[in-house]
């Protein structure tokens, strides 16, 4: 949700709000490294070929992108 609403967000505002059962408060998405633990934010992530990337016809082509990229 929170990617939507940044990136194409609603002049009315955004159309689903995230709230904390327990105190009302606002939730939002994190990236937490599941390695070490830590909060990560777009510059330290690299997206790397997954085991479904030769699935289907569009990425497999991705695949061998992201595979050459990563030699």
Not at 37 to 50: I, L, N, S, Y
Request: proline letters at 6%; glycine letters at 16%; hydrophobic letters at 40%.
């Amino acid at each position: 949700m929170d990617w939507g609403d940044r990136w194409q967000p609603l002049a009315e505002g955004p159309p689903t709000c995230a709230e904390h059962r327990g105190c009302g408060g606002a939730v939002h998405a994190r990236l937490v490294c599941e390695g070490c633990g830590a909060e990560v934010d777009a510059a330290a992530v690299k997206a790397t070929a997954g085991p479904g990337v030769a699935a289907h016809k569009g990425t497999a082509v991705l695949g061998r992108l992201a595979l050459r990229a990563s030699d």
